[in-house]
């Protein structure tokens, strides 16, 4: 049961252009979300996250996106670099057992930022 | 900021031995690590909580002798593959959570490539 749905593999975007990855998740529990940005066999780098008492928030270049009643989160990432080529994972956090948060990751969705 | 070391990044092994993977928090103390596991091509999947100073909380599905974790200081987890086999191939990252606040962080570690023979 895949509670965080990344349903994009891959996303393919013009340098300059507006990136836009999705997210959507099935657990009303969760908390709080976050994205992390993955190159290839490196660890999660922390990009952006929101609270659930939140819409949206803002960090440069990335904006992130929340609509509870839909479940769905998105990040936007404008102006998009070469750089910014890279697997982008939506992460959501709930309630874990012995009061620890767990974090639940999305599938990932592969940036590719086109010079 | 926070920075999360892991090692090794990578490791080969024959059939049957063991492997100890290290994670360390070097600039904060982290109360609680959490090992992934990831194919590939797949999600990062969450294998355990590690809680310093007590027994490491598994997730539904992994093997709690199999993979053994030691969380002994506030910024030292171990995750030790024992008796490895080639189905335990796979890519392990370890997570660090720092809290300031309100607001808790997780911080990764540059992740083990582990390949059994």
């Known amino acids: 049961d895949q509670q965080v749905k990344q349903n994009s593999p891959s996303l393919s975007v013009q340098e300059g252009r507006i990136s836009i990855l999705n997210c959507d998740y099935t657990?009303?529990?969760?908390?709080?979300f976050l994205w992390y940005k993955k190159y290839p066999a490196e660890g999660p780098t922390f990009l952006i996250s929101?609270?659930?008492?939140?819409d949206k928030n803002e960090d440069g270049r990335f904006t992130v996106f929340l609509n509870k009643s839909a479940k769905h989160l998105s990040l936007h990432i404008v102006p998009s670099q070469p750089g910014d080529s890279a697997v982008y994972f939506c992460?959501?956090?709930?309630?874990?057992?012995?009061?620890?948060?767990?974090?639940?990751f999305g599938t990932g969705t592969k940036l590719q930022v086109i010079p | 900021g926070a920075v999360v070391s892991q090692h090794p990044s990578w490791v080969i092994c024959k059939s049957g031995t063991s492997v100890k993977i290290e994670c360390r928090s070097l600039?904060?103390?982290?109360?609680?690590m959490f090992w992934y596991r990831q194919f590939p091509k797949q999600s990062l999947m969450l294998m355990a909580t590690?809680?310093?100073?007590?027994?490491?909380?598994?997730e539904q599905g992994v093997e709690k002798d199999k993979f053994l974790i030691n969380h002994a200081s506030l910024t030292l987890s171990t995750l030790t593959v024992t008796s490895a086999h080639p189905e335990d191939s796979s890519f392990y990252i370890c997570?660090?959570?720092?809290?300031?606040?309100?607001?808790?962080?997780?911080?990764f570690g540059s992740g083990t490539q582990l390949s059994v023979l």
């Open positions: 992460a959501a956090k709930s309630p874990g057992s012995g009061g620890y948060q767990k974090v639940t």
């Open positions: 600039d904060f103390q982290a109360t609680t």
């Open positions: 590690s809680n310093e100073g007590s027994k490491a909380t598994y």
């Open positions: 657990n009303s529990m969760f908390d709080y």
């Open positions: 997570s660090a959570s720092k809290t300031s606040g309100w607001n808790e962080k997780l911080f």
């Open positions: 929101i609270s659930s008492i939140k």
